[in-house]
């Protein structure tokens, strides 16, 4: 017998209680599990942690914390190639709608904090976005 390995997806389904709970949630959640940016420059903070969007349903939070399937591995390079972080991310593609969740973390994070423009998915090419 031959054990079956779930592919990383990022897909997570949102209690539907939630939902109506927090009718604005947004539908994806990202973690930053490494940080190249300030690894060698004491004087900066770790992002190693960090969390967003501010808006996300609770237990995306969880989720993308949690091992498993249900999250998928990226990392975010800026303008001239450099690696600067690696995460993961959880969405509900049930819930996107107009918007594409992997993108989401490098218009949060990735750019604003360190001028990232290209986030790629090892595991999920077809998700890349630069």
């Keep these: ?3 079956t390995v779930a592919t990383a997806t990022g897909e997570f389904s949102v209690d539907t209680h939630e939902v109506d709970a927090i009718p604005d949630g947004d539908p994806y959640a990202w973690i930053i599990t490494d940080d190249r940016v300030t690894a ?4 900066l903070t770790s992002r190693v942690g960090v ?7 609770p237990s995306l939070y969880e989720a993308v914390k949690t091992p498993g399937p249900h999250r998928i591995r990226f990392r975010m ?7 600067c972080y690696d995460g993961y991310l959880a969405y509900d593609p049930d819930l996107t709608g107009y918007l594409e969740p992997s993108w989401q973390p490098l218009e949060d994070f990735g750019m604003p904090d360190a001028g990232c423009t290209r986030i790629i998915y090892a ?3 077809d998700l890349d976005c630069s």
């Design 1 to 3: 017998m031959s054990a």
């Design 40 to 43: 060698d420059d004491d004087d």
């Design 51 to 57: 969390t967003g969007p501010s808006k996300a349903f």
């Design 77 to 83: 390079y800026d303008d001239d190639g450099a690696y």
């Design 123 to 125: 595991d999920r090419p």
